[in-house]
């Protein structure tokens, strides 16, 4: 079973940027599609974006064009840059691997 841990989470004001990080246990070249998703409270939990062993990424409409997810295999770590953050990005924020593998979460407060 892979370990996901995230960080990066904090208070931002609305227009502000942060990045978040989720290190794996392993490496992630052979881990295949590692995915970020938040959850609002009251509210279903969301995709945000993916990102394929290939490289290939896909966002959220809500996100599109303001978000971006990366990765570093030397680090065994993903990224997600989320700037020009909007007050409905309030959420935690959740990396997830093949297997129904998840982190703890990071929390996102923006502030308008």
């Known amino acids: 079973q892979v370990r996901l841990v995230e960080s990066g989470g904090g208070l931002v004001q609305a227009g502000g940027s942060l990045r978040l990080s989720c290190a794996a246990s392993?490496?992630?070249?052979?881990?295949?599609?590692m995915r970020w998703y938040r959850q609002a409270p009251g509210k279903q939990r969301e995709l945000v974006a993916a990102i394929t062993s290939g490289g290939t990424t896909n966002y959220a409409d809500t996100v599109k064009g303001r978000f971006t997810i990366s990765r570093d295999y030397a680090k065994n770590t993903i990224y997600l840059q989320m700037n020009s953050l909007k007050s409905e990005g309030t959420a935690v924020y959740c990396c997830?691997?093949?297997?129904?593998?998840w982190g703890q979460g990071t929390q996102v407060t923006v502030s308008s």
């Open positions: 392993t490496s992630i070249f052979s881990i295949g599609t």
């Open positions: 997830n691997s093949p297997e129904d593998n």
